[in-house]
């Protein structure tokens, strides 16, 4: 009896040691454990389509916010219509920076500045006559005369000129004075491009009238005398006048500056004559003594 119960111990430890054993290695290994992280699930669906993102939008736009945010377990299949959406194509509107309104740019325009333009003188001209016959003593302008082109010429002034003084002067207002007898030119000249024209100016000669000779009357044989001639009027355009004796060298002689010199005795007759061709003319009777 014994014998029998000690062979029931037996056999129950190796069913236990077997079974044990078996268990051992059969046995998955336990992993280790991963810390819990809450699934963000993401907050667009990549099925919905642009008008079902704008419907979704508004409603959570106009849905009071939740506390906890469930997933959803429910997956959305893209629909299998063959109508597919066009894009929406926009034209870009173009802004220029004068339209441009922008943050910190200012609305308020430069005001406009106008560069003046300068319009270069092209020539002058004397207009009317050519050429004036004026008497000594007599004035005429000019001033009124003559042209700038062009018209619209930004700098018009001109400056006037004689080429010779002594028959006619000529004023910075453009007045021509006659002195003598005789031909010049009056130049009008622009500032701007020193352009120029000319006109002729000649001044008619005034003939003397009258001749009076001064000095002489008696004077010794190997003598001398200072004669001199006052010719009229004041302004006569040639004052020159020509001496002349009565009688030959031997006697006296008489220079084109009057001076007279007596080489025998006698009378002798001197004259001055005007050389302007007047025919003017007036005579002295000089008395050479011994």
């Known amino acids: ?16 040691l077997v ?13 280790p454990t991963e810390p819990e992280t809450e699934f963000e699930y ?31 377990t429910t997956t959305k299949k893209p629909s299998t219509s063959t109508t597919t959406t ?23 325009k430069p005001p406009t500045t106008t560069v003046p333009t ?16 004026l008497a000594a003593g007599a004035n005429h302008s000019l001033a009124s005369n003559y042209t700038v ?4 010429a930004t700098n018009k002034k001109v400056a006037f000129f004689s080429t010779n003084s002594n028959v006619a002067s000529v004023t910075s207002a453009g007045v021509v004075t006659a002195k003598s007898g005789g031909t010049c030119d009056i130049i009008v000249k622009t500032e701007d491009g020193d352009f120029e024209d000319r006109v002729t100016v000649t001044v008619a000669a005034v003939l003397v009238n009258s001749i009076t000779i001064r000095g002489g009357g008696t004077v010794k044989v190997g003598g001398s005398l200072q004669l001199s ?29 009057g001076v007279f010199r007596a080489y025998a005795e006698g009378s002798v007759i001197v004259t001055a004559k005007a050389r302007d061709g007047s025919g003017v003319s007036d005579a002295r009777t000089i008395i050479i003594s011994p």
């Not at 082109?149 to 619209?152: K, L, Y």
């Open 19 to 31: 079974c044990a054993l078996f268990y051992g290695c059969n046995k998955e290994p336990e992993l």
């Open 118 to 133: 300068t319009v270069k003188v092209t020539g002058v001209k004397f207009t009317g006559a050519t050429s004036y016959t």
């Open 86 to 108: 066009k894009p929406t194509t926009t034209t870009p509107q173009f802004t220029t920076m004068d339209d441009y309104t922008g943050p910190g740019v200012s609305t308020t």
């Open 42 to 72: 993401p907050t667009e669906d990549p099925w919905l389509t642009t008008e079902e993102e704008t419907e979704e939008e508004t409603e959570e736009e106009t849905e009071p916010p939740s506390t906890t945010k469930k997933p959803t």
């Open 149 to 152: 082109s062009p018209a619209n």
């Open 1 to 16: 009896m014994k014998t029998a119960h000690k062979r029931l111990l037996a056999l129950a430890l190796v069913t236990f």
């Open 229 to 257: 001639a006052d010719v009229g009027p004041s302004n006569a355009t040639n004052k020159n006048v020509d001496w002349e004796l009565n009688q030959g060298p031997e006697v006296a002689t008489i220079s084109s500056s």
